[in-house]
């Protein structure tokens, strides 16, 4: 039994001689990163006595340690339990639906667990992306026949884990899983006329979407109400699943005119002043008045809004850095999928850089007023634990597939 589990160990860790590679490029970014998060943290909190950026510091440490023992772990190893994984993370969603689920602001997306908060959507992204790419990598795709199986399966999967996200209701985190799938698909040489029909139905969605906007915007003014007033009136007489302060920022984002700006809209708003008052190099470390004057809201200026203070206080040149490192981050996880010998790592890598490029666009889109107002965090920047540990952990997968790409 010990020499066993001694080589069930060794088989997982793949400890042997010459598997000593280990890529610099990302963990010197993510350091990078990293350690401008904490500065930035401390500085959207100064003024108001919080120390949420020792937290910070503390799941950074507990990040480096999943990261280490992810990249060592065999890549294959997960392709082997892709199920378990799936499996594992829609149990975690529903269990936001048990005495474990914690309800803030009207949505039910964390897990008390005592001693922390735990977000499910986030390990969610890895079982899906993990599920997806196992059964990419497993199937053959040579005809049209082939593509409709695989297509099948792909959305029975992503199913359940973006509707029970979609319900908490998450929005954000839902819209991630889409791009994700989208670009293992192409990568698996799916038949081009699939992405055609798709685009036609993401044209549809939005449509619908616009339509329902429109209907919102008609019941307001037949109601005689202002946005901020609606407070749900409108959800039951729509057919889309959709709760009222989301639609409120899709107003704020395609009809600003029909929105109370200093409500609804003011993030937003506060958001592109701090952007824009930084000039070229910024009004320096913790001086930047937008956070420290409340007018970024200090709940969400530490997480939802970093950049808009380090655009702030440290300017062009300052934001151009973090946006160069993630450049680097993203162009580095394409290389290494491109390395990679076998389908599955080339899809686990690919998969992880999709997820990173979809939470940077959409997080500094927002704060420079190209994207609505989601919510989505800007890896190893913005404060939260789960998250913190979740991008860890998946950049851990790519250094994986960096290090064991030889093992063929």
Known sequence: MREFVADHFIRIFRIQAGNTRFDPITPACLLILGITGVFFIYSAQVYTGQSQYVMQMVWLGLGAVVYLITGLIDYRFFLRHSHWFYIGSLI??????SPLGEVR????RWLDLRFFSYQPSEAAKLGCMIAVASVLAR??????????????????LTGPPMLLIFLQPDLGSALVIPPM??????ASRLSLSFFGAAFAVFLLGVSIVGL????????????????????????AHSWLPLRDYQRNRILDFVAPEKVDPTGIGWNRRQSLISVGSGGLLGKGWREGTQAKLGYLPRGVAHNDFIFSVLAEEKGFLGSSLVIGLYGLILGNGIRIAGMSRDRFGMLLALGVTMIFAVHVFINIGMTIGLMPITGLPLPFLSYGGSFVLS??????????????????
């Open 92 to 97: 975690l969603l529903l269990l936001l639906w």
């Open 105 to 108: 602001w009207g949505a039910r």
């Open 139 to 156: 199937t053959k795709i040579g005809t049209v026949r082939d593509s409709l199986q695989a297509l099948v399966v792909v959305a029975l």
């Open 181 to 186: 799938v989208f670009a293992l698909l192409f």
């Open 212 to 235: 329902d906007a429109w209907r919102y915007v008609r019941f307001l003014e037949d109601n005689n109400l202002s946005p901020t007033e609606s407070r749900g009136a409108f959800e």
């Open 391 to 408: 991008c860890c952990l998946l950049q851990g997968l790519v250094q994986s597939v960096y290090r064991h790409r030889k093992d063929f």
